[in-house]
C-alpha cells in the first residue's frame, strides 16, 4: 500500500505531479504548468512566525482593551471598543450582523494566534505538542474567515466619514489595529506549514496522529 | 501540450490537502487516511461542482435585497435618509470624498459582481469540460480567493457608524436590513470559491492528451 513518494509532490491548483528540487534560501518553487506555488524554503519561517505571532498577540490584547474611536457632538461623547461595538450591533437586533462581525475580528484572530503559539512555541524547547494535525487542519480551514485587515480599512473609512459631522478622537486601538494588520500579514508570509512537517519528521517516534 | 505531464490522479495518487504528502489510494476504496497527518485523503474535493453552484445560487439570489434594500439609516435633528449600498457611494461621492467612495465602490460593488460572474464561468466551463485556457481559469481564481474578504468592508463601516453613533436625540445610525443580506452574499461567494477545486479546471485536458 504505501509507496516512497516522498520527493514527489502533487500541484494542489492542477494536480501536476513534480519532483521536488533543493532550494536555495528565499525561494519559492512554482508549478511548472499552471504557476501556483508548490513550496518555498523560507529560513528561520518557524521561528520568525513565532516571533510575529507573540508581538501580534499583545497588539490583539491592546486592541480589544481599549476604545478604537470617539466622537464629540455638542459636548456628547461617545467611545466604544471592539466588543463594545459587537455588544452595541446586537442590542440593536442585528443580531446576524452583530455575530458576523464578533467571529471574523475577535473569535478567529484569537483562536489563530493562540494555536499559532502552542504549535510553534513547544518546537522552540525541542517538544512536538500533541494535536498537530488537528491544529494544521483548523489552521487551514479558518484562514479566509479572519478579517483584521479588512476591519481596519473599514474603521479608516468610517473615520472618515464621521469626519462630517463630528468631532472625531482616534483611540489607542485604532494604532494597535494598525500594528496587528501588519503583525498578522506577517504572520500569514513567514509560516510555511512543509516546514512544521519536515520538523516533526525529525523527530523519531513521535505520535503525530490527532 | 508536452506529453510527459502526468496528474496525481492519473497514477492513482492523492496529495493530502493539510500537509501535502503524496500518497497511493486506489479508487472506490472507501475513506483512506494520510499516513503523516491523518487527514482524509480524496482525488478531488467532494461534491465540489454541486456545493459551489448551490452557495453561488443562494448568493446570487440575496444579491438582490442586498442591493435593494437600505444598508444604513442615518437620522439627525435635521436630516433623515435610508442608504442602500448605491445610493451610500453616491452619496460619499457628492459630498466630496471621491477616495473613500472609489474604495468602497471597489468592495462592495466591484468585487461581488466579479466574484459572482467568475464562479459561473467557472463553474459552466468546468462542467463542459471546457480546455480553454486554464491557465488563465487557474488565475481567476487565485485572485478570488485574495480579494472576496474584501467585501466585508461595508459590513464593517456599518457596524462602526451604527454602534457609535447613538447620541440621545441629536444624531443616530441605524443598521439597515441590507446589511444582513450583503453580509451573506460575501460569506457565501467565500464559500463558493472554498468548495470549487481548481484542479477540475485541468482534468479535460489530462483526458485529451495522449499518455
Not at chain 1, 194 to 210: K, M, N, T
Amino acid at each position: 500500500m504505501t509507496t516512497d513518494c516522498s520527493t514527489i509532490i502533487a500541484c494542489h491548483e492542477c494536480d501536476l505531479l513534480q519532483r521536488e528540487i533543493p532550494l536555495a534560501p528565499g525561494e519559492t518553487a512554482r508549478c511548472h504548468r499552471c504557476g501556483g506555488t508548490l513550496y518555498r524554503n523560507a529560513p528561520n519561517s518557524l521561528d520568525l512566525t513565532l516571533a510575529f505571532s507573540i508581538t501580534a498577540a499583545v497588539l490583539f490584547i491592546i486592541a480589544n482593551v481599549y476604545p478604537i474611536i470617539g466622537i464629540e457632538l455638542q459636548g456628547n461623547k461617545s467611545a466604544l471598543n471592539l466588543f463594545g461595538t459587537v455588544r452595541s450591533i446586537w442590542n440593536q437586533e442585528m443580531h446576524i450582523v452583530s455575530l458576523l462581525v464578533l467571529v471574523t475580528t475577535i473569535l478567529i484572530p484569537a483562536f489563530q494566534l493562540t494555536m499559532m503559539i502552542y504549535l510553534l512555541l513547544p518546537f522552540k524547547l525541542d517538544r512536538v505538542p500533541t494535536g498537530i494535525s488537528l491544529i494544521m487542519r483548523l489552521l487551514q480551514s479558518i484562514k479566509p474567515w479572519g478579517m483584521v485587515e479588512v476591519f481596519m480599512l473599514g474603521v479608516l473609512v468610517a473615520l472618515v466619514k464621521l469626519t462630517h459631522n463630528f468631532i472625531v478622537i482616534p483611540g489607542v486601538a485604532l494604532w494597535s489595529f494598525g500594528g496587528l494588520t501588519l503583525m498578522l500579514a506577517a504572520v500569514a508570509a513567514s509560516f510555511n506549514p512543509r516546514d512544521v512537517w519536515i520538523h516533526v519528521e525529525r523527530q523519531p517516534g513521535r505520535e503525530v496522529s490527532g | 501540450m508536452k506529453a510527459k505531464e502526468v496528474t496525481a490522479a492519473e497514477l492513482g495518487l492523492c496529495s493530502c490537502h493539510v500537509c501535502g504528502l503524496v500518497s497511493r489510494r486506489m479508487q472506490n476504496d472507501g475513506p483512506a487516511h494520510c499516513s503523516r497527518c491523518a487527514s482524509s485523503l480524496h482525488f478531488r474535493k467532494p461534491g465540489s461542482i454541486s456545493r459551489c453552484w448551490a452557495f453561488l445560487i443562494a448568493a446570487y439570489i440575496l444579491y438582490i435585497p442586498a442591493n435593494l434594500m437600505p444598508i444604513m439609516d442615518t437620522g439627525s435633528l435635521i436630516s433623515y435618509r435610508k442608504d442602500t449600498i448605491m445610493s451610500g457611494i453616491v452619496h460619499l461621492w457628492k459630498t466630496g470624498s471621491w477616495t473613500i467612495a472609489v474604495i468602497v465602490f471597489i468592495a462592495s460593488v466591484t468585487i461581488p459582481l466579479l466574484k459572482l460572474i467568475s464562479l459561473t464561468l467557472l463553474l459552466i466551463t468546468v462542467q463542459r469540460h471546457s480546455t480553454w485556457r486554464p491557465e488563465q481559469r487557474t488565475r481567476l481564481y487565485r485572485l478570488l480567493e485574495l480579494v472576496g474578504r474584501w467585501s466585508m468592508l461595508d459590513i464593517y463601516v456599518v457596524t462602526l457608524l451604527a454602534a457609535l453613533v447613538q447620541i440621545q436625540s441629536l444624531a443616530i445610525v441605524k443598521a439597515g436590513p441590507g446589511a444582513i443580506a450583503f453580509g451573506a452574499v460575501v460569506i457565501l461567494t467565500m464559500l463558493a470559491s472554498n468548495y470549487f477545486d481548481p484542479r477540475l479546471i485541468w482534468d479535460p485536458l489530462q483526458k485529451e492528451s495522449p499518455l
